[in-house]
């Protein structure tokens, strides 16, 4: 089936027009227009760069990194200079923040030298303290809680592979974590029905299923939890996983290696989902853990789409809340 791709209309505009100055700390922060109208504008981006090349001319991001990363890192990078501004990488031991000086003081010093700040951090609640201190726009990176910028990308993919949205099984199996938070608040959104499988103990946060439950009903959305990957996957549409062990939790390793075993998404597993089901992963992935070679590198895998399209999303973010 050809993806449904519509025209850009006044209404998607409107309201990305609506988006300057504001917040991106989790996908919460969006209406449905405004997550749609961004996916809209990245399918622009992408389709034609140069007519953005002058979006953010004279503009700079300030990049705070508490943690490792190659794709956020890169996208957001090459993001500001192809829309005509420049990014500054601050390194984990640059900014030390809370320690050197107070995450509050860090944005009012940053305000007045850059026009946004994206930050990849441990908990929420820095993401939350530094946009409240700063007068410039917050974009979250990826926090402990949520991951916006990947679940936009997620989209946007999802878009491309499958055309319309509302109403798309997408099953996750692993652990209930960031990427699992941020797929939810869009799958609220968009009007897909999320199907979660994780193992006893490692759901996502109840806040942000009773999130998802109460928007469920104006855009057609469902979220169902279940202890039974097999469960989850049987005729979805799209199969996502992640990492069993995020950042910051590298002491629980070999635990969770034994808590997950019987997560994995390979093959047997994956053939329970639609023959033209897609194989999403945010990455990095731990191959023989969460996901087999033989289901990462298949056909129906559109993992270096994801990270691609962590690119056009972001650019579309940035032009629109820093423009
Ligand atoms: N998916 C993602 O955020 O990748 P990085 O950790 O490499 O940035
Ligand atoms: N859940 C993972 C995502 C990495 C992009 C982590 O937080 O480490």
New binding site residues.
Partial sequence: MAPVVPPPSHDHATATRALKGRDLRTLRDLSRGELLALLERARLMKADPAGFAAALTGRTLAMIFEKP?????VTFDVGMYQLGGHAIYLSPSEISMGKRESTSDVAKNLERMVQGIMIRTFSQSIVDELAEAATVPVINA?SDFA?PC?GLADYLTMREAKGELAGLKVAYVGDGNNVVHSLAHGAALVGAHLAVATPPGYEPSSEVISWVLGRAAQTGAAITLTHDPREAVEDADVVYTDTWTSMGQEAEADARRKVFGAYQVNDALFARARSDAIFMH???AHRGEEVTDSVIDSRRSVVFDQAENRLHVQKAVLASLMA
């Fill in positions: 990363s190659l794709r956020t890192r990826l991951h990947q945010c990455l990095p």
